[in-house]
């Protein structure tokens, strides 16, 4: 029989791989939103101070 040991680790590391590199995108979309949210919510800000206050 096998080693039942060596096959399990190969998993794990496969699997440690595979999440490393799908969870990458998640984290990248969700600091462009968060980019994208606060500079959309300064571009709101001074165009509402510029309208109402000139």
């Known amino acids: ?3 039942p040991e060596h096959p399990v680790e190969g998993e ?5 791989k595979r999440g490393s590199t799908e969870a990458t995108p998640f984290i990248l979309q969700t600091a462009v939103f968060l ?3 606060a500079v959309v919510a ?9 309208y109402y206050l000139a």
């Open 12 to 16: 794990v590391e496969n699997a440690i």
């Open 42 to 50: 300064v571009i709101v800000a001074v165009v509402f101070l510029v």
């Open 1 to 3: 029989m096998a080693d």
């Open 35 to 37: 980019v994208v949210g």
